[in-house]
Nanobody, 126 residues
């Protein structure tokens, strides 16, 4: 049984930093993609960042490029999202997600992801 558990959300001020972490159990395949999505109130869930587990290739949404960094710890089977220079527009529930398979590339559509965490709230005040 696959389980993803996020941690690290909270309330910060604009310009601050925050680090989210996702711990996975039940996923052993290196041919997988692990990532982050977010959903703000009244908006659809959107892709934030993801990493191809075996090669370390990363991709980001344009809105977070240069501010957010996704990283992985292959020993602990965790992946983090370091969020710097946070803006009020970054306020959302953040979900970690994963899908298995593929050889290259990273999917950005949420329906491609098989596994999801429960979400963690990130609130950025102005």
């Amino acid at each position: 049984q696959v389980q993803l558990v996020e941690s690290g959300g909270g309330l910060v001020q604009a310009g601050d930093s925050l680090r989210l972490s996702c711990a996975a159990s039940g996923i052993t395949s290196s041919r997988s993609v692990r990532g982050w999505f977010r959903q703000a109130p009244g908006k659809e869930r959107e892709f934030v960042a993801a990493i191809r587990w075996n090669f370390g290739y990363r991709d980001y949404a344009d809105s977070v490029k240069g501010r957010f960094t996704i990283s992985r710890d292959m020993v602990k089977n965790t992946w983090d999202l370091q969020m710097n220079s946070l803006k009020p527009d970054d306020t959302a529930v953040y979900f970690c997600a994963a899908y298995l398979g593929g050889i290259s590339g990273i999917a950005k559509a949420d329906h491609e992801y098989h596994y999801w965490g429960q979400g963690t709230q990130v609130t950025v005040s102005s």
